[in-house]
C-alpha cells in the first residue's frame, strides 16, 4: 500500500540558508501535519493542513512556513537555518472530516536536515 | 501539549507479553486513546487506538479502564523486534496530535 513519502530524505545546508522538504500523502488523505524531533527527543507537531487550509498551529517558529497544494502534497519551507533547526522532520497524513476523530495518522520515513 | 503520563523505560523478556501503561486522568469525553511506536530514528509507526471499548489487532491489545484514565498496551509475545519508544497520544480537537516523554521497551534475549 502507498505511504507517506517525504523528499529528500537527507539534506545539508549551510546556517542562514533556505530549505524545502516536501511530503505526498497516502492518496485521498487531505490532511497533513508536520512534525520535528531533534536528537533525543520526542516529536514536535509544528502545524497541519485540512484541506489545502491551515487547520492547526504547534510550536512552528516564525521563520518556517507551509502549505499544502490543490493536489494535496505539502511543503515545509524553513529560512534563515540556524544550526539548531537540525533534526529529522516527520510529515504524516490522514483522511477525515477536520479533527481526528478516531481516523488513523500514518506517518513518512522522515527528511534529515543538518544544518552546519 | 501531551496530557499522558508513562514510565520512561520498561524491559520485557523475550517470548512473554508486554505491559506498557499510561495515565491519561484530564481526557475528555471525545478523545481517543492512540498508540505509536519509533524504531530508532523511523517514523512513528501506529499500533493501535480506542475510545471507550478494548481494542485488539493483529499488533496489540488496548485495555480503557471503565473511568478512562488510563490504559494499557500489550504486546502479547514480546520479540527483539519491538524494542522501540512507545508513545501513548490523546487526539486532540482539531488536527494537533502531541507525542508526550513515551515509554522506552527494551525486550531482552
Known amino acids: 500500500a502507498a505511504g507517506v513519502i517525504q523528499s529528500p530524505r537527507h539534506l545539508i545546508k549551510e546556517k542562514r540558508e533556505t530549505a524545502t522538504l516536501k511530503c505526498y500523502p497516502i492518496p485521498r488523505h487531505d490532511t497533513v501535519y508536520w512534525y520535528q524531533q531533534g536528537p533525543g527527543q520526542d516529536p514536535q507537531f509544528l502545524i497541519s493542513f485540512y484541506e489545502k487550509m491551515q487547520s492547526d498551529k504547534g510550536s512552528i517558529p516564525d521563520r518556517f512556513s507551509a502549505q499544502q497544494f490543490s493536489d494535496y502534497h505539502s511543503e515545509l519551507n524553513m529560512s534563515s537555518l540556524e544550526l539548531g533547526d537540525s533534526a529529522l522532520y516527520f510529515c504524516?497524513?490522514?483522511?477525515?472530516?477536520?479533527?481526528?476523530?478516531?481516523?488513523?495518522?500514518?506517518f513518512g520515513e522522515g527528511s534529515w536536515l543538518t544544518v552546519v | 501539549d501531551a496530557k499522558t503520563t508513562q514510565p520512561p523505560s520498561m524491559d520485557c523478556a523475550e517470548g512473554r507479553a508486554a505491559n506498557l501503561p499510561c495515565n491519561h486522568s484530564t481526557i475528555s469525553g471525545n478523545e481517543y486513546v492512540y498508540w505509536y511506536r519509533q524504531i530508532h530514528s523511523q517514523g512513528p509507526q501506529y499500533i493501535i487506538h480506542?475510545?471507550?471499548n478494548n481494542e485488539t489487532n493483529e499488533m496489540a491489545s488496548l485495555i480503557i479502564t471503565e473511568d478512562r484514565k488510563s490504559s494499557t498496551l500489550i504486546l502479547p509475545h514480546a520479540t527483539l523486534r519491538d524494542t522501540a519508544v512507545y508513545y501513548c497520544i490523546l487526539c486532540n480537537t482539531g488536527n494537533q496530535f502531541y507525542f508526550g516523554t513515551g515509554t522506552s521497551l527494551t525486550v531482552i534475549p
Open positions: 504524516a497524513s490522514s483522511l477525515g472530516v477536520r479533527g481526528l476523530s478516531g481516523n488513523t495518522i500514518y
Open positions: 480506542g475510545l471507550k
